[in-house]
């Protein structure tokens, strides 16, 4: 009989220590929800504009907002209190960011595109006014088209380049700067640019390889900053207009995993 009574005293305590264990892991939940509730748009919120963007009680959101602004994740000041994400923060997106490796986040997405097209793709990366080729799948097809790793090109000319420009911010005078020595017109340019914008992705025809079509779709990090493209190349014999039109909406979903694994907030 004393047996029984013990064995129930221990089971009652692993209940208790599974409810503790809930609690804080919804603690945790709830938490996370707070500092996911700040956007680039809206970096500053109140207790009121917290409250109708998380499911919490206002005690429990003081609680909370006391405890994430203690160890750092939080700073407040102002009247009525204005809360920002704090240092804390920055230093776990600082470990983050020094541990990216934009063609090891990009490889299962390339190779999903590359098993859909049956063409040579690959993933273009910002810098500067240029774009570097950092990951390519060559097609396995007889006839096909290749850039190669460490191939560098100015983001002006080329679908994977335009891509990119059509969203990076810059200036009517870099702009120039962009075309000086170039066959470019830049009024017409800047229409092209706003049509990639509107389309989500860029194409070229003959541009730089005779014979060769490419479709490119650019990425964004976590700040939303433009930082790169994808792109599918292939000769304008396999790549009608249909296809162009369906390997661009293939683009634009897989930019889309692309900027979300780069830490982009899926909107």
Known sequence: MKLQRAQTKEEQKDVGQSEKSGDSVRAVERALDILMAFTADRSDLTVAELLKRVDLSRPTLYRLLYTLERSGFLTAQGEPQQFRLGPSVAHLAHVWTSGLDIAELARPILRNLWEQTGETVAVFELQGMYRLCVAELPSPQPLSFKRGVGYRERIMV???????????????????EYTHDTSVNLANYTEELARIRQRGYATSHDELLQGATAIAAPFFNTTGRVAGSLAVFGPSARLNAGRVSEYGELLIVSAKEMSEALGLRAT
């Open 158 to 176: 080329g679908a994977s380049g335009r891509a990119i420009l059509a969203h990076a911010d810059v200036s009517a005078m870099k702009m120039q």
